[in-house]
């Protein structure tokens, strides 16, 4: 279901509902919202004014520190470890610090229960028919086409066979006993000597059907030419008013002020429903050649 109506109500400018409490003028010092009078008046306490006081630098702090100290692009410590933490021991309250907490440990023991009491307690719902429809894996299009396989399917006697000593030789590039270039001779011979054998050769009919040439398809059309004659009436034809009317360019206002009208690419009503006529069908379709 399409409704054009409810699209051009859409495409227009959200409307502002009610009237604000006050306006913000840009370029003045007034706050966003207003003060109120008990905030204005109010006194500060001893803790507020504690926490309004910048936080001390440490005794730690190294000011102008290398770019490599934090490690951006090359390979070293964030600080420098002290020669005797290297071999101290860890004391027993830190080695029992370390340790996991037993809490945790009785919930991996119980996974179960612990999974059944915090879903009653969370109250998980059951997923929605919508959630389990999408949970759902996709299926094969019934257009999907697989990959095809190979058409020639080498058999295992020929990936196996072993060349007989007379493929080999014939395999062998030849070699021309008088040089990379032939004799000169008379323009009408040809650039490598024939056999007399293979002059008197007569062809197979297979032979002669293969060196045949392919012919073009029925339905073939040579390639049209870049240039062709223009009809005498396409060159003395004038143009109507109403076809100089449409060609010329729609005027629009400047961009500054365009840009702040909302309907200026409106469509108007008339042209969403208008019908193109069999001439304008035809013209569309493209050249048949």
Request: glycine share 4%; net charge positive.
């Amino acid at each position: 279901f399409f409704s054009r109506k409810r699209m051009q109500e859409l495409s227009r400018p959200k409307r502002q509902w009610g009237t604000p409490d006050r306006r913000l003028f840009w370029g003045n010092q007034d706050p966003i919202c207003p003060v109120s009078e008990s905030a204005l008046t109010a006194q500060l306490t001893k803790r507020l004014s504690n926490l309004a006081q910048p936080k001390k630098v440490s005794h730690h702090y190294v000011p102008n520190r290398d770019q490599y100290y934090y490690s951006c692009g090359r390979e070293s410590v964030i600080w420098k470890i002290p020669h005797p933490a290297l071999f101290t021991q860890p004391s027993k309250r830190i080695q029992r610090l370390a340790q996991p907490n037993r809490f945790k440990r009785q919930c991996l023991r119980n996974g179960s229960s612990s999974d059944h009491l915090a879903r009653g307690s969370l109250r998980v719902s059951d997923p929605s028919p919508r959630v389990l429809r999408l949970s759902v894996a996709k299926g094969i299009d019934p257009n999907y086409v697989p990959p095809r396989s190979v058409e020639t399917k080498i058999s295992i006697t020929t990936l196996s066979a072993v060349a007989t000593p007379r493929i080999i030789d014939l395999a062998h590039p030849r070699i021309k006993l008088e040089g990379l270039c032939y004799e000169r001779q008379r323009s009408e011979m040809p650039i490598r000597p024939i056999t007399p054998g293979a002059l008197l050769a007569t062809p197979s009919p297979r032979i002669a059907a293969l060196a045949k040439s392919k012919p073009l398809h029925q339905d073939c059309l040579p390639a049209r030419a870049a240039r062709w004659p223009v009809s005498y009436a396409a060159t003395h034809s004038t143009a109507s008013p109403r076809v100089q009317e449409l060609a010329n360019p729609s005027s629009r206002g400047p961009m500054h002020i365009v840009y702040y009208d909302p309907d200026v690419f409106k469509v108007k009503p008339a042209a969403l429903k208008a019908q193109c006529s069999a001439r304008v069908q035809k013209l569309a379709e493209p050249l048949v050649r």
